[in-house]
């Protein structure tokens, strides 16, 4: 089934990890695919030939304005249009507050919500220009609504992404223009590579997961799949939580509150 036959999408941050595995499903789904990626044009060249179909890769640091203005321009010569945008890129850094750097806060801030926010900004007025709407799904997290410790900026930036997604969603309902998220849980990518190739580690985090197990990047590109095609054309505004049960409140699955 090809649900994206003939829409051109951005993805940011799609040269591995969740992103690269929303390429290669939206390619499959009959897609045209612009990569974008920050300094790795071969991982990005790597992703792209895995996508096949008509694909490109498009370098720009989402954080800069100039540079995110170029990139669309990029793609819309490419490709002719925007339909859809992929806010995916993003980044944490591992800190106790009270030694977090200001660098390193507004590193994480600046790609991670102005980062979506310039791209969702701009994603926008080519919708509008073109008069035939959009969507945009941005990738959040599990901790837009779980804090994270040790990760305040990161916490903080996803916290954020939440309110972007409805407030945008409700300023462009009437546009045609749908705005939601993806809030996953824990996800075999390189990014987790610490925890994922250490046995104990990883019986850790799984441990805390009701379903037992964390997810393939694949399980989660599906996710988006969904929200950016006309199956979820009456979906905006929401976060789809895949995350395997982690906002369900797991350590209740014993019920110790009341002793039962």
């Given at each position: 089934?090809?649900?994206?036959?003939?829409?051109?999408?951005l993805i940011?941050g799609?040269?591995?990890?969740?992103?690269?595995?929303i390429?290669i499903r939206f390619a499959?789904e009959g897609?045209?695919?612009a990569i974008?990626?920050?300094?790795?044009p071969?991982?990005?060249?790597?992703?792209?030939?895995?996508?096949?179909?008509r694909?490109?890769?498009?370098?720009?640091d989402?954080?800069?304005?100039d540079?995110?203005?170029a990139?669309f321009?990029?793609v819309v010569d490419?490709?002719?249009?925007?339909?859809?945008?992929i806010?995916?890129?993003?980044?944490q850094k591992?800190?106790v507050?009270?030694?977090?750097?200001?660098?390193?806060?507004?590193r994480?801030?600046n790609?991670?919500?102005?980062g979506a926010?310039?791209?969702a900004?701009?994603?926008?007025r080519?919708?509008l220009?073109?008069g035939r709407?959009?969507?945009?799904?941005?990738?959040?997290?599990v901790?837009?609504i779980?804090?994270?410790p040790k990760?305040?900026?990161y916490s903080?930036?996803?916290?954020?992404?939440?309110?972007l997604?409805?407030?945008?969603a409700?300023?462009y309902?009437g546009?045609g223009?749908r705005?939601?998220?993806v809030?996953?849980g824990a996800?075999?990518?390189?990014?987790?590579k610490?925890?994922?190739?250490?046995?104990k580690a990883?019986?850790n985090?799984?441990s805390h997961?009701?379903?037992?197990?964390?997810?393939?990047?694949?399980?989660?590109?599906?996710?988006?799949a969904?929200?950016?095609s006309?199956?979820a054309?009456y979906?905006?505004?929401?976060t789809?939580?895949?995350c395997?049960?982690?906002t369900l409140?797991p350590?209740?699955?014993?019920?110790?509150?009341?002793g039962?």
């Open positions: 089934m090809q649900r994206l036959a003939g829409k051109n999408v940011t799609a040269s591995s990890g969740i992103g690269q595995a390429a499959q897609a045209n695919v974008n990626y920050l300094a790795d071969a991982e990005a060249e790597a992703t792209r030939a895995a996508a096949g179909g694909s490109i890769i498009v370098q720009a989402v954080s800069r304005e540079q995110v203005k990139m321009t990029k490419a490709f002719g249009s925007v339909d859809v945008l806010n995916n890129a993003g980044i591992l800190s507050t009270e030694n977090i750097e200001m660098e390193d806060f507004d994480v801030l790609v991670n919500l102005r926010f310039l791209c900004r701009e994603a926008v080519r919708f220009s073109q709407g959009g969507a945009i799904v941005n990738n959040s997290s901790h837009e779980i804090p994270k990760y305040l900026p903080i930036s996803k916290g954020g992404m939440e309110n997604t409805k407030t945008m409700l300023e309902a546009r223009i705005v939601n998220a809030g996953p996800v075999v990518t390189p990014i987790n610490a925890w994922i190739d250490d046995p990883r019986g985090v799984e997961i009701p379903m037992g197990r964390a997810a393939t990047a694949a399980e989660i590109a599906a996710v988006f969904f929200l950016a006309d199956d054309s979906v905006t505004g929401q789809i939580f895949a395997g049960g982690l409140y350590e209740f699955r014993v019920a110790w509150s009341t039962e």
